[in-house]
């Protein structure tokens, strides 16, 4: 139970950043599970460019999630801390 509570005191913590490219990410997915497994078209279709701007959303959102720290994690929220106090006191 403590385990349990100490994730979701550090789940308070993390950025609105994080929270929205973690939004982005799921939506994302969704939508292009839905494209893969609903549609039916030929490259020149009207389909075909919802389905590609789909994948490029997918993608652009997905480097986005893994590229920046998203510190769910406690242990990760301490690191920031720590390397934050460090850059400062260059």
């Known amino acids: ?51 590609a701007a789909a994948v490029i959303v997918l993608i652009i959102s997905s480097v986005s999630a893994y590229w920046k720290n998203n510190s769910f994690t406690e242990a990760a929220q301490a690191a920031d801390a720590i390397l934050s106090a460090l850059k400062k006191s260059r």
Do not use: C
């Open 1 to 51: 139970m403590d385990k349990i509570r100490t994730a979701l005191i550090s789940l308070k913590n993390v950025t609105p950043a994080s929270w929205i490219r973690l939004i982005m990410l799921i939506v994302s997915l969704v939508g292009v599970g839905f494209r893969l497994f609903g549609a039916d078209y030929s490259a020149e279709s009207e389909e075909f460019a919802k389905d």
